[in-house]
């Protein structure tokens, strides 16, 4: 079955970094656009970015020029680099892949 696994969340500095993963197996990643989301308390669920199979990224205008999305195909991993955090990045990050969520990993970002 389709699985998704992300982490590498934490609690970082305002200015700080962190790198999220999001493990997948289960079905063919190599040609699987992924995205990532977020959720803050009391907001609803909103994309982050995404990568095509062919590694073309987009980004919300929120985390452009800050955040960075990646993948490894030979690992089956897709990243994500968030750098120069802001408090209002805190959120339960999610990826998203073949259909289906992973059970997400939260990041705070202190101020």
């Known amino acids: 079955q389709v699985q998704l696994m992300e982490s590498g969340g934490g609690l970082v500095q305002a200015g700080g970094s962190l790198r999220l993963s999001c493990a997948a197996s289960?079905?063919?990643?190599?040609?699987?656009?992924m995205g990532w989301y977020r959720q803050a308390p009391g907001k609803q669920r909103e994309l982050v970015g995404t990568?095509?199979?062919?590694?073309?990224?987009n980004y919300a205008n929120s985390v452009k020029g800050r955040f960075t999305i990646s993948r490894d195909n030979a690992k089956n991993t897709v990243y994500l680099q968030m750098n120069s955090l802001k408090p209002e990045d805190t959120a339960v990050y999610y990826c998203?892949?073949?259909?289906?969520w992973g059970q997400g990993t939260q990041v705070t970002v202190s101020s």
């Open positions: 990568i095509t199979s062919s590694g073309t990224t």
């Open positions: 998203k892949g073949w259909g289906q």
């Open positions: 289960g079905f063919i990643f190599s040609i699987a656009g």
